[in-house]
């Protein structure tokens, strides 16, 4: 039983626009979320988080919102760059449990000139 | 600041071979975990550790030992070496709990078993 899932394995749009990357979750328990960014060859890199007590958090280009009733999550790239491309992970950890994480299997975003 | 330090990058072993994946931080962090990702899939997590001389299993821990002697070190040990555990490991390591949950990733170890 998969507790994270990113039902779209990959994604494409034109340089400007907004992309919107797509998390469900199942675990009542995960109150902490984070959305990591991956190059190949390299080791993934943190790039937003929010707890459960907001519903938003932005820096930058980049935003997470967080619907915990759908128990739902999505991140937007507003505008997109062709340096965005590359495969983003969702994951998901209780504050107790910091080094717990459990992770989606990835949405690649390609982002066309 | 070197961060997660991983090493090998890459190695090949044969079915029934034995090795170690090094790992190292640098950070003073509590946690250090190791995850392994297969293509298509996400990050699964092996075993974990919440500080030196504790360590847990993750989603995926059979075949694989750990230890964890001091706060920098998380040593992933395979046994007998198996094509199942073709794979990218990687190491991590992350703050303790209520400072935030970001993890840190070493750049990955390519194993193939043949």
């Known amino acids: 039983d998969q507790q994270v899932k990113q039902n779209s394995p990959s994604l494409s749009v034109q340089e400007g626009r907004i992309s919107i990357l797509n998390c469900d979750y199942t675990n009542s328990m995960f109150d902490y979320f984070l959305w990591y960014k991956k190059y190949p060859a390299e080791g993934p890199t943190f790039l937003i988080s929010i707890s459960s007590i907001k519903d938003k958090n932005e820096d930058g280009r980049f935003t997470v919102f967080l619907n915990k009733s759908a128990k739902h999550l999505s991140l937007h790239i507003v505008p997109s760059q062709p340096g965005d491309s590359a495969v983003y992970f969702c994951?998901?950890?209780?504050?107790?449990?910091?080094?717990?994480?459990?992770f989606g299997d990835g949405t690649t975003l390609t982002v066309k000139p | 600041n070197a961060g997660v330090t991983q090493t090998p990058k890459f190695q090949v072993l044969k079915t029934g071979q034995s090795m170690t994946l090094q790992c190292a931080q640098d950070m003073n962090h509590e946690y250090m975990s190791w995850y392994r990702q297969d293509p298509g899939m996400g990050l699964r997590l092996i075993h974990y550790s919440v500080g030196a001389g504790i360590t847990d299993q993750g989603e995926v821990p059979n075949g694989y030992n750990v230890s964890r002697s001091t706060t920098e070190d998380f040593p992933l040990r395979l046994l007998s070496a198996a094509p199942s555990q073709t794979s990218v490991y990687f190491c991590?390591?992350?703050?303790?709990?209520?400072?935030?949950?970001?993890?840190?990733f070493g750049e990955g170890s390519w194993l193939t078993v043949v």
């Open positions: 991590a390591s992350s703050y303790s709990k209520g400072q935030g949950n970001t993890i840190y």
């Open positions: 994951a998901a950890s209780a504050r107790t449990n910091a080094g717990k994480s459990t």
